[in-house]
């Protein structure tokens, strides 16, 4: 047997080994949060059963084949575990506008778009590589009637910075946070799969108007073992400053602007360490609303959403990044939750990357066709096509464009 079709054997069981496993775990979670007890079943089905306390679990699925370009030709199974326990604390210790929450996070393991595909703005939302990790543990308190809110602990910054909803029906990871921004620093932001500890200070000055500032470690996770979450405030970490002001005035409409700086010192792309950065900073633009609804009081209809970033070009690849999108609930009788969605992202590299590593491409291209379909309660599948322009706009070398094709399913058993 050839040496190419032992690596494609392997690879032909490697992928049918996790999706086997992937499919075990997700059946044992089901079963076991399905056969506990009364009073804690009320929790995950029924939050006023369950005097405060909320647990909730997801698992998610997906078959990745890249069908041309890119690397190289292949598939992979990607999966992820989210394991969710929220804590009222007016309802379990008397203590109002109390939140304490946390969040346990399992992937199987995957590099689809850093060994098959090569492009920056990553295929899937959930590629990770193995690990079973704390991801979240935070308490919040909010004061003077919601007025003011502040968070601290173990947190996500994309839960509530660079983040749209109409934005979130999209697999392709820039959709969830712009790319200029989830590039910079040591291991990225506090983002997905990393997370760092910090404070977040919330200021709602009406309805419609609020400003929000946090602060992070400046390296999430553990730069010396990925796989594990560390919260260790080291020499050199330095951190991560992030303000953002948005405007919701409702009907589906949010504007918002966000600036974001490291404190710590980088290295210069071209001249490497012997030229030092404290300006790896960068700021965005977001944007989204309803164009079109069916009924007044009604879901249903075309939502558009659109982002800009920026970021320091002596420091970081991209730039800028510019994303776009729209997505249609209920376009078909009888289908009112079904979600079709075209987006488009852009990844445009700086000058000194270009020259630091003999780079002709400017940018990278991401267009994105995806349709999410509830089809019970607790299933959801989501075909997604995806063609990528120059990925890695130059990064892995001058790769080929990649037509990339997905099937995503979601079990959440409590919903």
């Not at 558009?304 to 510019?322: C, K, S, T």
Request: charged letters at 20%.
């Amino acid at each position: 047997m050839s040496a190419s079709r032992k690596k494609r054997e392997k690879d032909k069981m490697k992928t049918w080994l996790l999706g086997r496993r992937a499919m075990l775990l997700a059946s044992v979670m089901v079963l076991a949060l399905s056969t506990v007890d009364s009073a804690r079943a009320g929790c995950l089905e029924d939050p006023g059963a369950c005097k405060g306390i909320v647990f909730d679990a997801a698992y998610t699925g997906e078959i990745w084949g890249n069908l041309s370009g890119g690397i190289q030709t292949n598939h992979e199974y990607i999966d992820n575990l989210d394991l969710t326990m929220e804590v009222d604390m007016e309802k379990v210790a008397g203590i109002p506008g109390g939140t304490l929450f946390l969040y346990g996070l399992a992937n199987s393991g995957s590099d689809f778009s850093g060994a098959t595909v090569g492009d920056s703005q990553v295929i899937s939302n959930i590629d990770a590589e193995r690990a079973l990790r704390l991801y979240e543990a935070w308490y919040e308190q909010a004061l003077f009637d919601d007025l003011l809110s502040l968070k601290l602990g173990l947190m996500d910054l994309n839960a509530e910075f660079d983040a749209m909803e109409t934005a979130s029906l999209f697999i392709n990871g820039a959709h969830g946070i712009g790319l200029a921004f989830s590039q910079a620093g040591v291991l990225g932001p506090s983002i997905f799969p990393y997370t760092a500890a910090g404070a977040r200070l919330r200021l709602n000055f009406s309805d419609a108007l609020s400003w929000s500032t946090v602060v992070f470690d400046g390296v999430p996770g553990d730069r010396d073992n990925t796989q594990r979450t560390r919260i260790k405030f080291s020499h050199g970490d330095g951190a991560l400053i992030t303000t953002e002001v948005d405007y919701e005035p409702g009907s589906g409409i949010k504007l918002g602007a966000g600036f974001w700086h490291f404190t710590e010192h980088f290295d210069d792309l071209v001249s490497g360490s012997a030229a030092k950065h404290q300006d790896n900073s960068g700021f965005y633009l977001l944007g989204e609303f309803m164009a079109l609804r069916e009924a007044a009081d009604s879901d249903q209809g075309l939502a558009l959403f659109a982002r800009y970033g920026f970021a320091n070009e002596d420091i970081n690849q991209y730039q800028h990044y510019i994303g776009a999108g729209v997505a249609y609930t209920g376009l078909f009788p009888g289908r009112d939750e079904d979600r079709l969605g075209a987006a488009i992202g852009v990844g445009i590299n700086g000058d000194p990357f270009k020259t630091a590593n003999s780079v002709t491409q400017d940018e990278e291209i991401n267009l994105e066709f995806t349709y999410h379909a509830p089809i019970l309660p607790w299933l959801a599948l989501q075909p997604d096509l995806q063609y990528v322009i120059n990925p890695g706009a130059g990064a892995n070398g001058d790769l080929g464009d990649a037509v990339v094709l997905g099937l995503r399913f979601e079990i959440t058993p409590f919903q």
